[in-house]
């Protein structure tokens, strides 16, 4: 996957985050998002969308649970 593919890939998962997540603020959906792609710095990238949606989306989850 390359970097512009990647980047799309993620802006989709942000978008999928938010709509289930709706409660909480747009900023916050993308700092988990961006948080967790930081988090996958590896040399194989084609699972990274997938990755970060499930690290993000725990995240988010843990934040409404707590609220």
Same mark, same amino acid.
């Given at each position: 996957?390359?970097?512009? *593919?990647?980047? @799309?890939?993620? &802006?989709?998962?942000? !978008? ?5 997540? /709706? !409660?909480?603020? /747009? ?10 792609? &930081?988090?996958?710095?590896? /040399?194989?990238?084609?699972?990274? /969308?997938?990755?970060? !949606?499930?690290?993000?989306? !725990? @995240?988010? *989850?843990?934040?409404? @649970?707590?609220?």
């Amino acid at each position: 996957m390359d970097g512009t *593919a990647e980047m @799309r890939a993620l &802006a989709e998962v942000q !978008e999928r985050l938010q709509a289930r997540f /709706p !409660e909480l603020d /747009p900023g916050v959906v993308e700092a988990a998002v961006r948080l967790a792609h &930081a988090e996958l710095n590896g /040399p194989v990238r084609a699972f990274v /969308p997938v990755l970060v !949606e499930r690290a993000a989306r !725990e @995240r988010l *989850a843990f934040t409404v @649970r707590d609220s």
